[in-house]
């Protein structure tokens, strides 16, 4: 709500405020914590006091000094309001998903509420200027959700965070600096060829073999010779039963391994953009698919958990020259 | 560094400030060029338009083009762009204008800065109570505004109620801060600057020459024109004769008080009487009227301060009365006053020669077939409440040269000027010296505040005659004709044209008892609001302070003091704020607070994630001697708030135990 | 009221019992840990919890290493209570038939008939779950939850009451299947019994050997003792202020930073019947705050996923982070 301060001068003075005054991890808002100025509007509501305050001496106009007197008094109280409104509030991190690189970060920021009023209009401010508002209800615990522009893979850490706010009236800002130790993961661009990687050599022998899988019971069959002992149903042969045979199924679907050494002759980001595509597309076309990395390897798998797995360790991939 | 976050206006905001603006403009309607609250008015609507039907903002030019057309209106209606009501026009135009091309946060803000100046405005024109109460409530109007522009989330019938008291609230908690800024800042006498010619505005109540219909305008008046609270008993109602004007020449057709219009006696320091009976001791809070008269009653045996004494008795003072003034006053109602001096009596018989010929005539037969004065009065008076002359607050004009002439032998329907004027026109023809004396006549005793309030239709002229065993003596000839108009007062409402005045008699009835009773409180209002508050001036405040005792003498002082007491209440205020965080809805919790808040003052502080049984095992360890209280209060709260035990008595118990437990 | 339904809400009205009562259900509670206490040394706690568990008829998974004595937890428990148990060892090849049971054609009467499997017993010992297959684990796991087994389109409905004691090698090896998390919701609980105190270990090695013990045991309370108990959970006053807190948890594990998923609506109503099942325990008849502490971090930790960031902490200390959120 508050227009800032000119650049310079408060630019070495917010540092210094920062420097002096933030600790890392969560923080609850106190009168040592917290800072309290008039805005750009509290020095427009001023001057039009003042002039007000003159055009009642000059008229001797009794009913005009009292407005102005009321009026300077709500600027008065203003400032208690304004820096209660913030007062006491508890700063934490909160979750982040991943994103991917380019894409907006979306920091959760948990508002400890408990035992307070209702705030109105708390602003968050990312130190990129990406900022949120949003009232706080009394008694409660609400996450505030920031979104920062991300432009590298990595982990994207979220630094110092601004609270602020100029509730009731405006013509006050009253705020602090948390520094909640957020962090996000930021998966590569998924970018680079539509092509599929080669189905690894391991696989071909499999294929089309998918009745003869080991992965996952369905069901039991007549026996049929050539059928492994192993999958034979001993039990009820025992129980005097006819020879059943069991079966197992395996997902219809191809296994891949994707690995760094393929890309050769590009440079390292834009491997791991590939593999990320990669990933995204073997996750979509239901394949099982491993990740082969210099340092790491993510044996074959499918599914939400692997995905995430395989791009964090793209995200967090660190380039050994 | 960072960017600022711009918030869209949300549309609540903008109907807040709509209605503020309607609400701060309108009083001025009836004052300003009807043509610029016209554009006004369309201009909002036009905005409102925007809104509701999401219409397209203006461009540059036609922003530009409505700026001219708003300064030409003003420029066309006002004949000027400056001065305080050009200005206020000029104003309200461009704040229709601001509205159109308003489109960010800045211009809402810019706006209702305007809107609060536009509020003390008014204050030029009205002071009185209701225009103060009109304009709190405009006030916390545009406050509201001001705080829906600042919330977050906008909408629903619960946030207008709940922007309403946020606003009322700070109001409120602002009053303190008020009160004492308005005690305490340092008054100054004069304007600053010395511009304010306007404030004058039109005069009101009597002026320095009377026509006939003159009184009779004044008539139609409920406007107060003084009040008066006696400190002990008042006179009955035919000796409240108010003092004003004295009249001495004529030309036949008005009155005034001499050719130059200066009064022709010369001032006298002293009153020039010899009082004849007890003195009543009063003190009048009179109107402005941009006139220099005070009204006493006659006669008045002091001199306020800034004012002088005329030889035919009149309260003069040095500046036109432009504010409220207040005076503490002595008068004798029997008197004898002194000689007449021979210029006195050359101009108490001056006649225009030729002029109202039958008149003269008359008066000349009375002096020659009476030769006594007494018994001429007496004719006089007699020959008005005998023959058929009616006392109207409409007579019908008197267009020709000799008014007087017409008015005694032919229409013989008049007010109170007719009276006066045609009987010191008989007196002077009859050779006794005379003079109209204009003034007020009564007045209504509030007996909420047990004070007189004496309006413009009060207004009345009389004559006096000279008479050397007693002088000066008050002839009220519009008694011989109408007495009850010394009696009582004039009901305007049913005087009609051209019929007779009839007079208040006592409306019967309870209805006629409340409306009554409702008059006089709120005029006993007014008149507190008047006395302590619009009064509040340089003087009054320094005698305010001096009365305190406290050693605020002067400016200094003020200044030390008013910064003492803003300080203490900031503190105050502070403490009563923050420390009182949050008022949990629910009293156990609250309970439950004071009893941690108690422990805590000890340094046992209750971990917030602390359920109340381990807490207080940890208190009993650490202070085995409280475990009697704790443990009970524990199970009592315990009981209440998570095993839903009765209520009533287990609170009640629970506070109890509470307020017993001393750590 | 608060989306919990209100049959696990006590009401003061509905249940007016005197504390005596509740009194005698901590007793005879109390004199079960007692008698297993005997057998399981210094494990007074987890001990406690099982019991919890077992009167809010929940389930628990136990994770731990081998030889910890989870067998002879819940040996010693069935004994105590005198349940009938069962103990089924699960393997890469057991199936579903293995556990539940399976029609089989009689010659003599020409006819099919069911024969039970071991899940039919009312405390069943799963042992090392996830060493089977997925396909075999949810067969038991769907038995818990419904409390009756369908086969072939016939519904048989398992004894009363139902226990389950599943334990799982959290080591991570070759040729194991881990519950998926959408399982281990059916668990109330999940405990780790870990090493015992020097001074119990030192006990355990000098007496005779726990089998003995154990065969030896005499029941404490019944199972029908042991089910009127059960009925008293459900009326264990929670108030709306506890109602508070619990939402309040609920709300901060869905938002904070240590964890991908928060606890579900299932994971609060098993919150607060744990918590309701701990009172009853402690001898009360309404909740507190500190009940939901004493359960939380068994009941929730299972069913919270860590952030990448915290993968690495135990689901218990994932779960103490909870412990830090006020008391409204």
Same mark, same amino acid.
């Not at chain 1, 700063?91 to 894409?103: D, H, I, M, V």
């Not at chain 2, 199970?635 to 009533?648: F, G, K, T, V």
């Given at each position: 709500?508050?227009?800032?301060?000119?650049?310079?001068?408060?630019?070495?003075?917010?540092?210094?405020?920062?420097?002096?005054?933030?600790?890392?991890?969560?923080?609850?808002?106190?009168?040592?914590?917290?800072?309290?100025?008039?805005?750009?509007?509290?020095?427009?509501?001023?001057?039009?006091?003042?002039?007000?305050?003159?055009?009642?001496?000059?008229?001797?106009?009794?009913?005009?000094?009292?407005?102005?007197?009321?009026?300077?008094?709500?600027?008065?109280?203003?400032?208690?309001?304004?820096?209660?409104?913030?007062?006491?509030?508890?700063?934490?991190?909160?979750?982040?998903?991943?994103?991917?690189?380019?894409?907006? !970060?979306?920091?959760?920021?948990?508002?400890?509420?408990?035992?307070?009023?209702?705030?109105?209009?708390?602003?968050?401010?990312?130190?990129?200027?990406?900022?949120?508002? !949003?009232?706080?209800?009394?008694?409660?615990?609400? !996450?505030?959700?920031?979104?920062?522009?991300?432009?590298?893979?990595?982990?994207?850490?979220?630094?110092?965070?601004?609270?602020?706010?100029?509730?009731?009236?405006?013509?006050?800002?009253?705020?602090?600096?948390?520094?909640?130790?957020?962090?996000?993961?930021?998966?590569?661009?998924?970018?680079?060829?539509?092509?599929?990687?080669?189905?690894?050599?391991?696989?071909?022998?499999?294929?089309?073999?998918?009745?003869?899988?080991?992965?996952?019971?369905?069901?039991?069959?007549?026996?049929?010779?050539?059928?492994?002992?192993?999958?034979?149903?001993?039990?009820?042969?025992?129980?005097?039963?006819?020879?059943?045979?069991?079966?197992?199924?395996?997902?219809?679907?191809?296994?891949?391994?994707?690995?760094?050494?393929?890309?050769?002759?590009?440079?390292?980001?834009?491997?791991?953009?590939?593999?990320?595509?990669?990933?995204?597309?073997?996750?979509?076309?239901?394949?099982?698919?491993?990740?082969?990395?210099?340092?790491?390897?993510?044996?074959?798998?499918?599914?939400?958990?692997?995905?995430?797995?395989?791009?964090?360790?793209?995200?967090?991939?660190?380039?050994?020259? | 560094?960072?960017?600022?976050?711009?918030?869209?206006?949300?549309?609540?905001?903008?109907?807040?400030?709509?209605?503020?603006?309607?609400?701060?403009?309108?009083?001025?309607?009836?004052?300003?060029?009807?043509?610029?609250?016209?554009?006004?008015?369309?201009?909002?609507?036009?905005?409102?338009?925007?809104?509701?039907?999401?219409?397209?903002?203006?461009?540059?030019?036609?922003?530009? *083009?409505?700026?001219?057309?708003? /300064?030409?209106?003003?420029?066309?209606?006002?004949?000027?762009?400056?001065?305080?009501?050009?200005?206020?026009?000029?104003?309200? @135009? +461009?704040?229709?204008?601001?509205?159109?091309?308003?489109?960010?946060?800045?211009?809402?803000?810019?706006?209702?800065?305007?809107?609060?100046?536009?509020?003390?405005?008014?204050?030029?024109?009205?002071?009185?109570?209701?225009?103060?109460?009109?304009?709190?409530?405009?006030?916390?109007?545009?406050?509201?505004?001001?705080?829906?522009?600042?919330?977050?989330?906008?909408?629903?019938?619960?946030?207008?109620?709940?922007?309403?008291?946020?606003?009322?609230?700070?109001?409120?908690?602002?009053?303190?801060?008020?009160?004492?800024?308005?005690?305490?800042?340092?008054?100054?006498?004069?304007?600053?600057?010395?511009?304010?010619?306007?404030?004058?505005?039109?005069?009101?109540?009597?002026?320095?020459?009377?026509?006939?219909?003159?009184?009779?305008?004044?008539?139609?008046?409920?406007?107060?024109?003084?009040?008066?609270?006696?400190? *002990?008993?008042?006179?009955?109602?035919?000796?409240?004769?108010?003092?004003?004007?004295?009249?001495?020449?004529?030309?036949?057709?008005?009155?005034?008080?001499?050719?130059?219009?200066?009064?022709?006696?010369?001032?006298?320091?002293?009153?020039?009487?010899?009082?004849?009976?007890?003195?009543?001791?009063?003190?009048?809070?009179?109107?402005?009227?941009?006139?220099?008269?005070?009204?006493?009653?006659?006669?008045?045996?002091?001199?306020?301060?800034?004012?002088?004494?005329?030889?035919?008795?009149?309260?003069?003072?040095?500046?036109?009365?432009?504010?409220?003034?207040?005076?503490?006053?002595?008068?004798?109602?029997?008197?004898?006053?002194?000689?007449?001096?021979?210029?006195?009596?050359?101009? @108490?018989?001056?006649?225009?020669?030729?002029?109202?010929?039958?008149?003269?005539?008359?008066?000349?037969?009375?002096?020659?077939?009476?030769?006594?004065?007494?018994?001429?009065?007496?004719?006089?008076?007699? +020959?008005?409440?005998?023959?058929?002359?009616?006392?109207?607050?409409?007579?019908?004009?008197?267009?020709?040269?000799?008014?007087?002439?017409?008015?005694?032998?032919?229409?013989?329907?008049?007010?109170?000027?007719?009276?006066?004027?045609?009987?010191?026109?008989?007196?002077?023809?009859?050779?006794?010296?005379?003079?109209?004396?204009?003034?007020?006549?009564?007045?209504?005793?509030?007996?909420?505040?047990?004070?007189?309030?004496?309006?413009?239709?009060?207004?009345?002229?009389? @004559?006096?005659?000279?008479?050397?065993?007693?002088?000066?003596?008050?002839?009220?000839?519009?008694?011989?004709?109408?007495?009850?108009?010394?009696?009582?007062?004039?009901?305007?409402?049913?005087?009609?044209?051209?019929?007779?005045?009839?007079?208040?008699?006592?409306?019967?009835?309870?209805?006629?008892?409340?409306?009554?009773?409702?008059?006089?409180?709120?005029?006993?209002?007014?008149?507190?609001?008047?006395?302590?508050? /619009?009064?509040?001036?340089?003087?009054?405040?320094?005698?305010?302070?001096?009365?305190?005792?406290?050693?605020?003498?002067?400016?200094?002082?003020?200044?030390?003091?008013?910064?003492?007491?803003?300080?203490?209440?900031?503190?105050?205020?502070? *403490?009563?704020?923050?420390?009182?965080?949050?008022?949990?809805?629910?009293?156990?919790?609250?309970?439950?607070?004071?009893?941690?808040?108690?422990?805590?003052?000890?340094?046992?502080?209750?971990?917030?994630?602390?359920?109340?049984?381990?807490?207080?095992?940890?208190?009993?360890?650490?202070?085995?001697?409280?475990?009697?209280?704790?443990?009970?209060?524990?199970?009592?709260?315990?009981?209440?708030?998570?095993?839903?035990? *009765?209520?009533?008595?287990?609170?009640?118990?629970?506070?109890?135990?509470?307020?017993?437990?001393?750590? | 009221?608060?989306?919990?339904?209100?049959?696990?809400?006590?009401?003061?009205?509905?249940?007016?019992?005197?504390?005596?009562?509740?009194?005698?259900?901590?007793?005879?509670?109390?004199?079960?840990?007692?008698?297993?206490?005997?057998?399981?040394?210094?494990?007074?706690? =987890?001990?406690?919890?099982?019991?919890?568990?077992?009167?809010?008829?929940?389930?628990?998974?136990?994770?731990?290493?081998?030889?910890?004595?989870?067998?002879?937890?819940?040996?010693?428990?069935?004994?105590?209570?005198?349940?009938?148990?069962?103990?089924?060892?699960?393997? $890469?090849?057991?199936?579903?038939?293995?556990?539940?049971?399976?029609?089989?054609?009689?010659?003599?009467?020409?006819?099919?008939?069911?024969?039970?499997?071991?899940?039919?017993?009312?405390?069943?010992?799963?042992?090392?779950?996830?060493?089977?297959?997925?396909?075999?684990?949810?067969?038991?796991?769907?038995?818990?939850?419904?409390?009756?087994?369908?086969?072939?389109?016939?519904?048989?409905?398992?004894?009363?009451?139902?226990?389950?004691?599943?334990?799982?090698?959290?080591?991570?090896?070759?040729?194991?299947?881990?519950?998926?998390?959408? =399982?281990?919701?059916?668990?109330?609980?999940?405990?780790?019994?870990?090493?015992?105190?020097?001074?119990?270990?030192?006990?355990?090695?000098?007496?005779?050997?726990?089998?003995?013990?154990?065969?030896?045991?005499?029941?404490?309370? $019944?199972?029908?003792?042991?089910?009127?108990?059960?009925?008293?959970?459900?009326?264990?006053?929670?108030?709306?202020?506890?109602?508070?807190?619990?939402?309040?948890?609920?709300?901060?594990?869905?938002?904070?930073?240590?964890?991908?998923?928060?606890?579900?609506?299932?994971?609060?109503?098993?919150?607060?019947?744990?918590?309701?099942?701990?009172?009853?325990?402690?001898?009360?008849?309404?909740?507190?705050?500190?009940?939901?502490?004493?359960?939380?971090?068994?009941?929730?930790?299972?069913?919270?996923?860590?952030?990448?960031?915290?993968?690495?902490? $135990?689901?218990?200390?994932?779960? $103490?982070?909870?412990?830090?959120?006020?008391?409204?």
């Amino acid at each position: 709500m508050s227009q800032q301060p000119s650049a310079g001068r408060s630019g070495a003075f917010e540092r210094f405020l920062k420097r002096r005054y933030v600790k890392p991890g969560e923080a609850r808002l106190h009168r040592r914590k917290i800072f309290i100025l008039p805005t750009y509007y509290g020095l427009v509501f001023g001057a039009t006091l003042f002039i007000m305050l003159l055009g009642a001496l000059n008229y001797n106009n009794n009913l005009a000094f009292m407005l102005t007197f009321l009026l300077g008094g709500v600027a008065l109280i203003a400032t208690y309001h304004t820096y209660r409104n913030i007062n006491r509030l508890l700063l934490r991190a909160g979750r982040c998903n991943p994103t991917f690189a380019g894409q907006p !970060a979306h920091f959760r920021l948990i508002v400890d509420n408990l035992n307070g009023n209702p705030r109105y209009a708390v602003e968050l401010i990312a130190n990129d200027g990406s900022g949120t508002r !949003a009232d706080i209800p009394a008694n409660s615990l609400t !996450a505030l959700e920031l979104a920062v522009p991300t432009t590298r893979r990595g982990r994207h850490a979220l630094g110092l965070v601004t609270i602020q706010t100029s509730y009731p009236i405006g013509v006050y800002r009253a705020w602090s600096y948390v520094d909640p130790q957020a962090s996000c993961i930021v998966y590569p661009r998924p970018e680079g060829l539509d092509r599929a990687p080669p189905p690894s050599q391991s696989v071909g022998a499999e294929q089309g073999n998918q009745h003869h899988g080991t992965d996952d019971f369905i069901g039991f069959r007549d026996y049929a010779s050539g059928d492994s002992p192993r999958h034979i149903h001993w039990k009820a042969v025992a129980r005097g039963q006819p020879i059943m045979t069991k079966q197992f199924s395996r997902p219809e679907s191809q296994e891949l391994w994707l690995d760094w050494d393929m890309l050769q002759g590009t440079d390292t980001e834009s491997r791991l953009s590939q593999l990320c595509k990669w990933v995204l597309d073997a996750e979509d076309a239901g394949c099982r698919y491993g990740l082969r990395l210099p340092k790491q390897v993510i044996e074959q798998g499918n599914g939400e958990d692997h995905k995430h797995r395989c791009l964090e360790a793209l995200a967090l991939f660190e380039d050994v020259p | 560094m960072k960017k600022r976050q711009s918030y869209p206006i949300a549309n609540s905001t903008l109907m807040w400030l709509f209605a503020a603006l309607l609400m701060a403009v309108m009083p001025h309607a009836p004052r300003l060029p009807l043509l610029v609250t016209a554009l006004f008015l369309v201009f909002l609507s036009w905005r409102y338009m925007m809104v509701i039907y999401r219409w397209q903002p203006l461009s540059k030019i036609s922003r530009f *083009a409505l700026t001219s057309l708003g /300064l030409a209106v003003v420029y066309i209606t006002q004949g000027t762009l400056i001065g305080r009501d050009a200005g206020i026009s000029l104003l309200i @135009a +461009m704040l229709g204008v601001k509205l159109l091309e308003m489109s960010n946060e800045r211009d809402v803000y810019i706006t209702i800065m305007i809107a609060y100046f536009l509020v003390i405005t008014h204050f030029l024109y009205s002071q009185s109570l209701l225009t103060a109460g009109y304009m709190f409530v405009v006030v916390v109007v545009i406050t509201t505004t001001l705080i829906d522009l600042n919330r977050h989330e906008h909408g629903g019938a619960a946030q207008i109620k709940s922007n309403l008291q946020a606003a009322g609230w700070l109001m409120l908690q602002a009053a303190p801060f008020m009160l004492f800024l308005f005690i305490l800042f340092p008054r100054i006498g004069g304007p600053i600057w010395g511009l304010h010619d306007e404030t004058r505005g039109g005069t009101t109540g009597l002026s320095e020459e009377m026509s006939p219909g003159m009184i009779s305008n004044l008539s139609g008046s409920d406007e107060v024109a003084f009040r008066v609270k006696f400190d *002990a008993e008042l006179p009955p109602n035919p000796q409240r004769y108010w003092r004003g004007p004295v009249l001495w020449h004529t030309d036949g057709q008005r009155w005034k008080a001499s050719i130059s219009g200066q009064p022709p006696a010369g001032r006298s320091s002293l009153p020039d009487f010899e009082p004849l009976g007890a003195p009543f001791k009063y003190t009048v809070t009179m109107e402005p009227s941009n006139q220099r008269w005070l009204f006493a009653l006659d006669l008045p045996g002091v001199i306020p301060q800034e004012s002088a004494l005329t030889k035919d008795f009149q309260l003069q003072t040095v500046k036109p009365i432009t504010q409220r003034v207040r005076y503490d006053m002595v008068s004798f109602t029997e008197y004898r006053t002194g000689k007449i001096s021979l210029l006195e009596r050359q101009r @108490a018989l001056q006649l225009p020669a030729g002029v109202n010929p039958e008149t003269q005539r008359l008066g000349r037969r009375w002096r020659a077939e009476l030769n006594n004065e007494a018994a001429i009065i007496d004719a006089a008076l007699r +020959m008005y409440a005998t023959e058929e002359f009616i006392y109207t607050l409409s007579p019908p004009l008197l267009l020709t040269a000799d008014p007087m002439d017409k008015f005694l032998f032919d229409t013989r329907r008049g007010f109170c000027e007719h009276y006066s004027s045609s009987f010191v026109t008989l007196m002077r023809a009859a050779g006794v010296p005379a003079r109209v004396v204009t003034g007020y006549q009564g007045g209504e005793l509030n007996p909420v505040g047990d004070y007189l309030i004496i309006r413009q239709k009060d207004a009345h002229a009389w @004559a006096e005659v000279w008479l050397d065993e007693f002088g000066w003596v008050r002839v009220d000839p519009t008694a011989a004709v109408a007495p009850e108009r010394v009696e009582l007062s004039i009901n305007n409402a049913l005087s009609r044209q051209g019929e007779a005045v009839t007079f208040d008699l006592p409306i019967g009835g309870k209805l006629g008892e409340l409306v009554r009773k409702f008059r006089f409180g709120w005029d006993s209002m007014n008149n507190g609001w008047n006395q302590w508050v /619009l009064n509040y001036n340089e003087a009054q405040q320094r005698s305010f302070l001096s009365n305190l005792g406290l050693g605020i003498e002067s400016w200094k002082d003020m200044v030390i003091a008013l910064a003492i007491a803003l300080f203490s209440l900031l503190g105050m205020f502070g *403490a009563f704020i923050l420390l009182r965080n949050y008022q949990s809805p629910d009293p156990i919790v609250r309970l439950w607070k004071a009893y941690c808040r108690k422990l805590s003052r000890k340094g046992v502080w209750r971990r917030p994630s602390e359920g109340p049984r381990a807490f207080s095992e940890r208190v009993v360890t650490m202070h085995p001697e409280w475990a009697g209280d704790v443990n009970q209060i524990t199970q009592l709260y315990i009981d209440i708030r998570y095993a839903n035990a *009765a209520r009533q008595e287990s609170v009640r118990a629970l506070r109890n135990a509470i307020n017993r437990f001393k750590p | 009221m608060f989306g919990i339904p209100a049959n696990i809400l006590g009401s003061a009205k509905e249940t007016p019992r005197s504390e005596a009562s509740a009194q005698d259900i901590k007793q005879s509670l109390h004199a079960v840990i007692a008698t297993a206490g005997k057998i399981i040394l210094g494990k007074d706690q =987890q001990l406690k919890l099982a019991v919890c568990c077992l009167l809010a008829r929940g389930h628990v998974l136990i994770e731990d290493l081998p030889g910890v004595g989870k067998t002879t937890l819940a040996h010693v428990l069935a004994k105590c209570l005198g349940l009938h148990f069962q103990r089924i060892q699960f393997t $890469s090849d057991l199936l579903p038939a293995d556990i539940l049971g399976a029609s089989v054609y009689n010659r003599n009467s020409s006819e099919f008939h069911f024969v039970p499997g071991p899940i039919f017993a009312q405390l069943i010992l799963a042992d090392e779950v996830n060493r089977t297959t997925p396909k075999t684990q949810s067969a038991l796991l769907e038995a818990m939850e419904e409390n009756q087994v369908t086969i072939e389109g016939k519904t048989y409905s398992l004894p009363v009451p139902f226990f389950v004691i599943a334990t799982q090698n959290p080591n991570y090896q070759i040729g194991t299947f881990p519950l998926p998390e959408s =399982q281990l919701d059916r668990f109330l609980m999940r405990l780790e019994i870990g090493y015992p105190d020097n001074v119990s270990e030192k006990a355990l090695l000098k007496g005779e050997d726990r089998r003995d013990i154990v065969q030896n045991l005499q029941p404490v309370i $019944s199972p029908e003792q042991l089910m009127a108990l059960q009925k008293h959970v459900p009326s264990v006053v929670v108030s709306d202020a506890l109602i508070d807190y619990v939402q309040t948890l609920l709300n901060f594990s869905r938002e904070a930073a240590f964890y991908r998923t928060g606890l579900s609506p299932r994971a609060g109503l098993a919150l607060v019947r744990a918590a309701q099942a701990w009172a009853l325990l402690d001898g009360r008849t309404h909740t507190l705050p500190e009940d939901v502490q004493a359960v939380l971090p068994h009941v929730a930790g299972h069913r919270l996923v860590a952030a990448p960031e915290f993968r690495d902490q $135990s689901a218990l200390e994932l779960a $103490s982070h909870l412990l830090k959120v006020a008391v409204p």
